[in-house]
């Protein structure tokens, strides 16, 4: 009775060692590894996510009645539809940006970013697999804004979807490597709720978010435009709502690709992987 043969390519053939895997596959299983740590580190701490659901609803009813005040009269914006996109912009800047700062500094300061580049995680993956759970709940933030802009605010579905999308994924990256590099500043947990609120006042009231750039003069207008966060806000806003010209999307375009470019800089050049002395 004769043996069947192996197959050609047959990795169990006799004789033969198994094919490495490709280095995409490789980084994949150990970025999926990580970040389900990270997640279940994440739903670990109820505070966290109890502060990062309910700090942007309380600050969409804040944005709601200050947007009362203002006449938006010629902006081609309603009150509910410039409250729920500036949402997305605290969601961005508190769940992201804030939020990982915290996280970026408390895994340095315990020896945990130190620990695993000892390993064969490659530093990318390291601050890739850190952000994803605060990603993952922006996202879902994201979703249940705009069901409620629908359901409950009589607000149609993003106008122009692959615009919304763009504005909000170059956001996502942005505001992690801006938080990233923000980490590099901070010397504890505690002084990280210090050297977040620059960038968190100047977002909130510079970049449209509380108050859409329309009402503001022309002049200094023009000079938030230049912002971190308000090219996002404008892609985000007239991806939902519509109603804005080629120019000045592209101008918003490249303000935040700048933004992001300039963060993933300041990441490689000052990012700390050991405690400040």
């Not at 996510?49 to 902006?75: C, E, H, K, N, W």
Request: aromatic share 6%.
């Amino acid at each position: 009775m004769t043996t069947p043969t192996a197959l050609a390519g047959d990795r169990t053939a006799p004789g033969r060692s198994p094919a490495p895997p490709s280095k995409l596959s490789a980084s994949l299983r150990r970025l999926t590894a990580l970040s389900r740590a990270e997640l279940v580190l994440l739903v670990r701490n109820r505070s966290a996510i109890f502060l990062a659901l309910v700090l942007p609803v309380v600050m969409i009813f804040s944005i709601r009645a200050s947007l009362q005040q203002i006449d938006l009269a010629g902006t081609g914006l309603s009150i509910a539809g410039a409250a729920l996109t500036g949402g997305i912009g605290i969601v961005l800047v508190q769940v992201v940006y804030m939020n990982l700062v915290t996280g970026y500094v408390t895994r340095r300061e315990e020896l945990v970013l130190k620990r695993l580049r000892t390993g064969e995680i490659t530093d990318r993956e390291i601050l890739t697999a850190t952000a994803v759970p605060s990603i993952a709940l922006a996202l879902l933030q994201c979703v249940l804004l705009v069901v409620a802009g629908a359901i409950a605010f009589d607000l149609s579905a993003p106008k122009r979807p692959e615009l919304f999308l763009v504005g909000l994924v170059v956001g996502l990256v942005m505001m992690s490597a801006l938080a990233a590099a923000t980490s590099a500043l901070t010397r504890t947990v505690q002084t990280s709720q210090l050297t977040t609120l620059p960038l968190f006042f100047v977002s909130l009231f510079g970049s449209g978010i509380f108050v859409p750039l329309d009402v503001f003069p022309d002049g200094l207008a023009s000079v938030l435009e230049l912002l971190p966060l308000t090219g996002v806000m404008t892609l985000v806003r007239h991806g939902w709502l519509g109603g804005v010209d080629g120019g000045d999307l592209l101008t918003a375009a490249v303000a935040a690709l700048a933004w992001t470019a300039f963060a993933v800089f300041a990441v490689q050049r000052w990012f700390r992987w050991d405690p400040r002395g």
